[in-house]
């Protein structure tokens, strides 16, 4: 029964993580707390849903949601944060902005769907299960597994073997030497940008899928706990976001499992505070971390 | 010419940081700027690459107007800067650093690869998987000229190569420039240290409060006691000393 609970906590907990990514390589990068960053998933579970209600296969479905948000992303920074990083203002305005850009989308959706909890028809995915030593495991746990673990791989190997990850390292560390170096930091925004939406975008479908539940504030309590998962793992910190956000996982199956209900958020936040009397930097933090640091 | 500036003006917040600058650096030079702090050297270098916008004034590379041109697109075009303070990227490899550089390539063709540059700076070699911020400050220097040379420069511009680095390690760093430049790299340095720079360079400029108030060539601005006393004080029995060490 634990072994059970754990297993599903972290396949909730890869969720987690997959969308705090996003939240943490946008703030390694550009210093910005992107608090659109909940109406990004929103998004890539809404665009997923209408498409597949128009008859588009899931496959196809789930890669729209990921472009869609990503393209969202891109147009958040473009247009609420472009300016602000050009006039040195970011770090307070863009906290402004970003809340601005969060109403816009989250109450477009509310009128699409007109404040309705909408559904996958059944059985978008199929339904299956199997069982290992005892453990309960369905298709759609395996895929969601399997598909953050490929995309976790495809970030870290982006982000440390390769050119591209290079010029991103080197704009979170020092845009001023980036650009003596030739990096045009513009392009790299609207990358690390289109990364962190269409992460934002497939986590938004897994948890439609996984709850059958799609509605205008989904991604709410995911910016809330991408909060604590970043701010456990170390601002910025990329090995940091995926250790806090299994954990998390975890930890909220349990203390759903086998505590009064209604306890869970009081103890995730204690917990928060008790890992940063201990390690104020988080987990894999440390001071002025960049997403230079493993 | 492979760099011509004219006229060129800079004003931060209204407040003249550069005027009436006129500058020219022909292929395969090593030319010196001196003055003292705050002259305006490191904005005249700044406006060279773009990251400060001049108010007025031209700066033509290779041919090339600059005005418009974006900051990391100058780099990309060969004129690259090591600027004051290192700048190398702390939480990258010295590898990854290296190899950042060569993205200033661009189309071009490359000149230099990792084996050569670890041959001009063999503790690069030594170091290659050590994080850059680990380096001490020499060390730090031969990175940021050795990770500009990965972007093939035509023209290196340096600022301040030699702040707080040992005598020794200098001297160093100074020698691997003297031997880029007989390869043929044209080079700008910029220097506080007024003596070493004409000791090492053909042709000089003296920049005070933003303007350019002596040029010619090294050896005759180094003979001028009152260049050397009033503008960038006495430094001649240090590297006398150095040079009685080396």
């Known amino acids: 029964m634990l072994a059970q609970q ?289 | 010419m492979m760099l011509t500036v004219k006229n060129l003006a800079v004003a931060y917040d209204g407040i003249d940081a550069l005027r009436g600058i006129d500058l020219t650096v022909a292929a395969g030079e090593l030319v010196a700027l001196i003055g003292p702090n705050g002259a305006g050297k490191s904005t005249l270098l700044n406006a060279l690459s773009g990251v400060v916008r001049p108010r007025s004034g031209s700066i033509s590379f290779a041919g090339r107007s600059l005005s418009r041109t974006a900051p990391h697109r100058i780099s990309r075009l060969g004129l690259l800067q090591v600027p004051e303070g290192r700048q190398i990227l702390a939480d990258l490899t010295v590898d990854e650093n290296l190899l950042l550089g060569q993205l200033a390539l661009g189309a071009r063709k490359q000149r230099h690869d990792l084996a050569s540059v670890r041959a001009l700076f063999p503790i690069l070699a030594e170091r290659r998987r050590q994080l850059a911020g680990s380096l001490s400050g020499g060390q730090q220097q031969m990175l940021a000229i050795g990770r500009a040379l990965m972007g093939a420069p035509d023209m290196l511009l340096l600022d301040e190569p030699s702040l707080g680095l040992a005598p020794m390690i200098c001297t160093q760093v100074f020698d691997a420039l003297r031997r880029l430049n007989a390869d043929g790299l044209t080079i700008l340095l910029v220097e506080q240290n007024a003596t070493r720079a004409l000791a090492s360079t053909t042709r000089a400029y003296v920049l005070e409060q933003g303007r350019i108030v002596h040029t010619g060539a090294s050896a005759d601005l180094a003979a001028d006691g009152r260049i050397i006393a009033h503008y960038l004080g006495t430094e001649t029995p240090d590297l006398q000393k150095e040079r009685d060490l080396t």
Do not use: C
């Open chain 1, 6 to 294: 754990i297993m599903n906590g972290l396949v909730a907990g890869a969720v987690y993580a997959l969308f705090a990514l996003g939240f943490t390589l946008v703030f390694g990068v550009h210093r910005i707390l992107n608090l659109a960053h909940g109406a990004l998933l929103m998004a890539g579970a809404f665009i997923g849903l209408y498409a597949v209600l128009a008859g588009i296969p899931l496959w196809f479905a789930i890669i729209l949601a990921m472009v869609g948000a990503g393209t969202l992303s891109v147009l958040i920074d473009v247009l609420a944060f472009r300016r602000l990083r050009a006039s040195g203002q970011a770090e307070f305005g863009a906290i402004i902005s970003s809340i601005g850009a969060n109403l816009v989308l989250v109450s477009i959706a509310q009128r699409i769907s007109e404040t309705k909890v909408l559904r996958f028809p059944f059985a978008t995915f199929p339904v299956v299960f199997y069982r290992f030593w005892g453990l309960r495991v369905s298709l759609l746990q395996l895929a969601i597994a399997g598909s953050v673990a490929f995309l976790l791989g495809l970030l870290s190997w982006l982000i440390f073997h390769t050119s591209l990850g290079r010029q991103v390292r080197a704009v979170a560390g020092n845009p001023r030497a980036a650009v003596l170096l030739g990096v045009n930091p513009d392009a790299i925004y609207l990358r690390t940008f289109f990364l962190s939406g269409a992460m934002a975008g497939l986590a938004g479908v897994l948890v439609g899928l996984s709850f059958n539940s799609v509605h205008f504030m989904m991604g709410e309590p995911y910016l809330l706990r991408a909060f604590v998962v970043v701010i456990l793992g170390g601002l910025g910190s990329i090995a940091g976001a995926v250790v806090a956000g299994m954990g998390l996982g975890v930890l909220q199956t349990l203390a759903t499992a086998y505590l009064p209900s209604g306890l869970t958020d009081t103890i995730i936040f204690s917990l928060l505070f008790l890992v940063l009397m201990v390690r104020p930097n988080g987990l894999f933090g440390v001071a002025n971390t960049g997403v230079g640091r493993r």
